[in-house]
Nanobody, 119 residues
Framework: QVQLVESGGGLVQAGGSLRLSCAAS????????MSWFRQLPGKEREFVAT????????DYADSVKGRFTISRDNAKNTMYLQMNSLKPEDTAVYYC????????????WGQGTQVTVSS
């Protein structure tokens, strides 16, 4: 069974940095693209960033481009999100996401980690 566990969230002042981690288990990590999503208070979950299976390709939401960096270490089965120049509007629960290998299957999600940016 695939399990995703996020860590690294916390409280930080505006302009500060945090690094989130997502530890994966239950299947061959390097076969799949991985993504970060976030859910702001009172809003739908939204895409943040994605990375290809071997890390050669990444993509970001416009709102975080130039400030966030997604990466992965396949040897450690772990994905990261380095968040710099944080803004109060980045306050959200951040989720790790992985696709389901079964056609039509629901994607896998972690439990989320809270990031709070104070002004």
């Amino acid at each position: 069974q695939v399990q995703l566990v996020e860590s690294g969230g916390g409280l930080v002042q505006a302009g500060g940095s945090l690094r989130l981690s997502c530890a994966a288990s239950g299947r061959t990590f390097s076969r799949y693209a991985m993504s970060w999503f976030r859910q702001l208070p009172g809003k739908e979950r939204e895409f943040v960033a994605t990375i290809s299976p071997y890390g050669s390709s990444t993509d970001y939401a416009d709102s975080v481009k130039g400030r966030f960096t997604i990466s992965r270490d396949n040897a450690k089965n772990t994905m990261y999100l380095q968040m710099n120049s944080l803004k109060p509007e980045d306050t959200a629960v951040y989720y790790c996401n992985a696709p389901n290998s079964k056609i039509g299957g629901e994607p896998y999600w972690g439990q989320g980690t809270q990031v709070t940016v104070s002004s």
